[in-house]
């Protein structure tokens, strides 16, 4: 209270207000970093303890939700501090990963759709990508062949690395399931997709690698 009043009124008389004394105000005051500091190591145990509980995914938001649930009331921007402090951070699942780079060299590959996506029967346009999905232990990159006519997923794989093998084994479930004859296959320009070792397997398949 008397923390609260001080820029109102001076100390001197909050304390005779309160039947106190400046002095002991000082001491109190002196007194209580010692409490917090020492609540911090108490609540820094509890936030590490649930970090590692959760395998060092929960942030502040669950970690919050977790002492709250418990009993322990503990503002976010304390708990993000102290965080800060033990160098503790969680996993975000809006975190993002750059699948493909752009290959230095395209080989040639020119785009055969121009942002035209349609198509009038199966196995005319093959569309590709690769993403992620976030697990409890690491990231797992999926690589997904679609037929732009019946939007169907026709090819996929996944793996924790996003070697060229990754497309190339989407590729060929869709190349096994399918039997195309002069598709269009069609991705962004990643080192994967423009890579020598997709482009002579597409040639094998009779695919028509396409990039844009």
């Not at 105000?25 to 500091?37: F, K, N, V």
């Not at 649930?69 to 503002?75: E, K, L, N, S, T």
């Not at 232990?137 to 996944?158: E, K, P, Q, T, Y």
């Not at 070697?163 to 060929?172: F, K």
Request: with cysteine; glycine share 8%.
């Amino acid at each position: 209270m008397v923390r609260g009043e001080r820029d109102e009124f001076a100390l001197k008389t909050l304390c005779n207000v309160l039947g106190g004394c400046t002095r002991g105000y000082y001491a109190w005051h002196a007194r209580e970093p010692a409490a917090r500091a020492k609540a911090d190591v108490v609540i820094s145990d509890q936030i590490r303890a649930i970090h590692e509980a959760s395998r060092g995914t929960y942030g502040v938001p669950r970690i919050h939700a977790e002492l709250a649930a418990a009993g322990i009331r503990v503002g976010r921007k304390r708990i993000a501090r102290l965080m800060r402090v033990d160098d503790t951070q969680g996993v975000s699942r809006r975190t993002s990963f750059r699948t493909t780079r752009r290959g230095r060299e395209r080989h040639g590959i020119p785009d055969l759709v121009d942002r035209d996506f349609t198509a009038t029967g199966p196995n005319q346009l093959w569309v590709a990508d690769i993403t992620y999905v976030p697990t409890w232990s690491c990231f797992v990159f999926l690589s997904v062949v679609l037929d732009a006519f019946s939007r169907r997923i026709v090819g996929w794989s996944m793996a924790t690395h996003l070697r060229t093998s990754l497309v190339l084994d989407a590729l060929d479930m869709a190349i096994t399931q399918r039997k195309p004859e002069g598709v269009v296959h069609h991705s962004d320009p990643g080192c994967q997709y423009t890579s020598m070792a997709f482009g002579l397997r597409c040639k094998e398949a009779d695919v028509r690698p396409s990039t844009g």
